[in-house]
Antibody, heavy 120, light 111 residues
Framework: QVQLQESGPGLVKPSETLSLTCSVS?????????WAWIRQVPGKGLEWIGS???????YYSLSLKSRISISLDTSKKQFSLNLRSMTAADTAVYYC?????????????WGQGTLVTVSS | QSALTQPPSASGSPGQSVTISCTGT?????????VSWYQQHPGKAPKLMIY???KRPSGVPDRFSGSKSDNTASLTVSGLQAEDEADYYC???????????FGGGTKLTVL
């Protein structure tokens, strides 16, 4: 059973860049893997942020596309999210997840989530 | 405003069945077989309950079932149990340009 763990700062100042990492364990990465970031504003619904394939190809939410980048480091078994120009509206619990193939199907495994607060 | 529309709440008594709807468009729910449902208990990460409209991951009870008709997908929970009380979210593939959309969530209460 794959294990996912998010890591990164719990507090980010407005206008700064958020950098989060998801570490994958108990699993051997393969060419068919897809990985995703999802967030949830406290008390609100889920929002897909973006996905990265084993090949390095990425898919981004249209609403966040101008501010995000997602990358995969297979040697470290990690994938990362960078979200630029943070505002209070980006305060949320950020989850990383493993997707079922093909990309866009469903998130089969989730990390526990990490709360990121944007505040000066 | 979420891309997919779900009722904010649903309820049923133990042992009963309840169905939660998820309405989209021909560009998402109606256009693809990639509809999924997630269960989320308070303070916990979501858990995949249904994928590809009606498939259950290993370990998900067969009390949970999914279906789709045109632009509306549905999740049915049969034989309601207390532990089924949670928030439920639907999601759909929405094309290669904007991969995935979610519904706003439905709070299921077991009376």
């Amino acid at each position: 059973q794959v294990q996912l763990q998010e890591s990164g700062p719990g507090l980010v100042k407005p206008s700064e860049t958020l950098s989060l990492t998801c570490s994958v364990s108990d699993y051997s990465l393969s060419s068919g893997d897809h990985w995703a970031w999802i967030r949830q504003v406290p008390g609100k619904g889920l929002e897909w942020i973006g996905s990265v394939l084993h090949s390095g190809n990425t898919y981004y939410s249209l609403s966040l596309k101008s501010r995000i980048s997602i990358s995969l480091d297979t040697s470290k078994k990690q994938f990362s999210l960078n979200l630029r120009s943070m505002t209070a509206a980006d305060t949320a619990v950020y989850y990383c997840a493993k997707e079922l193939p093909p990309v866009g199907t469903a998130m089969i495994s989730w990390g526990q989530g990490t709360l990121v607060t944007v505040s000066s | 405003q979420s891309a997919l529309t779900q009722p904010p709440s649903a309820s049923g008594s133990p042992g009963q069945s309840v169905t939660i709807s998820c309405t989209g468009t021909s560009s998402d729910v109606g256009g693809y077989k990639y509809v999924s449902w997630y269960q989320q208990h308070p303070g916990k990460a979501p858990k995949l309950m249904i994928y590809e409209v009606n498939k259950r991951p290993s370990g998900v009870p067969d009390r949970f079932s999914g279906s789709k008709s045109d632009n509306t997908a549905s999740l049915t929970v049969s034989g309601l149990q207390a532990e089924d009380e949670a928030d439920y979210y639907c999601s759909s593939y929405a094309g290669s340009n904007n991969l995935r959309v979610f519904g706003g969530g439905t709070k299921l209460t077991v009376l």
